[in-house]
């Protein structure tokens, strides 16, 4: 698989991945339900559950998940680990 192929697919994941994040709480909101209160704008209980609760905690998980990746590797490349 060639790199950008690869960068696709992880970039896709990466959206399956928040998209699943904004699914996960103790309140039950069906995929379709999630769907359409993400692209959509409206007054709704689910669109102030999933955009200023669950949209946030996901963003920040991924935003810290992807900077302890990066300071990993920054580390192993200061300290010449292969």
């Keep these: 698989m060639?790199?950008?192929k690869l960068y696709?697919?992880?970039t896709g994941v990466s959206l399956i991945v928040i998209f699943l994040g904004c699914m996960v709480g103790p309140t039950q909101i069906p995929i379709i339900t999630s769907l359409k209160t993400i692209f959509s704008v409206g007054p709704s209980v689910e669109h102030t559950i999933v955009w200023e609760i669950r949209m946030p905690r996901t963003l920040a998980a991924y935003l810290?998940?992807?900077c302890l990746g990066a300071?990993?590797?920054a580390l192993q490349g200061l300290l010449r680990n292969p």
């Design 64 to 66: 810290v998940g992807m």
């Design 2 to 4: 060639s790199e950008s």
């Design 8 to 10: 696709i697919v992880l």
């Design 71 to 73: 300071s990993g590797a």
